[in-house]
């Protein structure tokens, strides 16, 4: 099975549009492998001021994939009339204005985790923390360090390794944070490893998308974190549970979708 999975497109339809293109050529499918599901890992919505539109497009792309999503702190603070930094005067206006949307079912029972073939999907962190908001799990934060925080619960990657032994799961793929990482379990300790990104270009309607690419095979425990699929270059990832690919849009792309 092969899912595609990205996170924090905060109101970004433009991004979304660019990695739902991307998926749709078949030299994707070649060059990663089958895509059967698309993981979203929350934060859909703040920040960029195309709520409605963004959210108009997973709906759309939920009757072309089998799409799962889980919910992030963003999208939990907006349902629950939280203020959180980060939006401007526009952003705020049109989140105010899809109050009453239908679109917003999409967030009806929307769980903050979801897990397969041994590996866990959430927003932010695994921790069984209680129900305090800054403790739930769309609001905490891989850290060096633990504790509370006002932007949330900061765990290490120790203690996410062995929430996941605890429950049987291997790897770990989240989000949140807007910036890359690799956490790997090996025999000698815990290490965080340098991602080595190779230029791949897809062929598409004669012209072509240049991506970025950084691969990690799955043979030992690991934390995944990927960037934010918003702004001028979107990152998301694919991963056949066997190898899992960040992936980002090139910048020097000028045919990019």
């Known amino acids: 099975m092969g899912a595609v999975i990205f996170s924090d497109v905060h109101a970004d339809a433009a991004a979304l549009e660019c990695l739902s293109s991307c998926i749709r050529t078949p030299a994707f499918a070649e060059a990663f492998g089958p895509v059967d599901v698309l993981v979203?890992?929350?934060d859909l919505l703040h920040r960029g001021s195309r709520p409605e539109e963004t959210l108009e497009k997973v709906?759309?792309?939920s009757r072309e994939y089998r799409v799962i999503s889980v919910l992030g702190n963003h999208d939990h603070?907006?349902?629950?009339g939280i203020l959180v930094s980060g939006s401007d005067a526009a952003s705020t206006y049109r989140h105010e204005q899809l109050r009453t949307s239908p679109?917003?079912?999409?967030f009806d029972s929307m769980p903050m985790e979801w897990q397969d073939q041994k590996m866990l999907?959430?927003?932010g962190g695994?921790?069984?923390l209680g129900t305090q908001i800054l403790r739930l799990k769309c609001w905490q934060r891989l850290s060096h360090e633990a504790g509370d925080f006002f932007t949330g619960y900061h765990y290490t990657a120790s203690m996410a390794f062995e929430a996941l032994e605890q429950r049987g799961l291997m790897h770990m793929c989240c989000g949140h944070q807007h910036e890359h990482i690799c956490c790997r379990k090996t025999p000698d300790g815990i290490v965080q490893q340098e991602l080595s990104f190779a230029p791949l270009e897809l062929q598409k309607d004669g012209g072509c998308i240049s991506l970025d690419v950084a691969r990690v095979s799955l043979d030992i425990p690991t934390l995944f974190r990927i960037g934010g699929c918003f702004g001028?270059?979107?990152e998301f990832a694919y991963t056949d549970f066997s190898t899992f690919s960040f992936i980002r849009f090139a910048p020097r792309n000028e045919n990019q979708p």
Request: avoid cysteine; hydrophobic fraction near 50%; proline fraction near 13%.
């Open 103 to 106: 679109l917003l079912s999409i």
């Open 232 to 234: 001028p270059v979107p």
């Open 40 to 42: 979203n890992l929350g």
């Open 59 to 61: 709906h759309a792309l």
């Open 77 to 80: 603070a907006y349902l629950n």
């Open 126 to 128: 695994p921790l069984e």
């Open 121 to 123: 999907f959430v927003h």
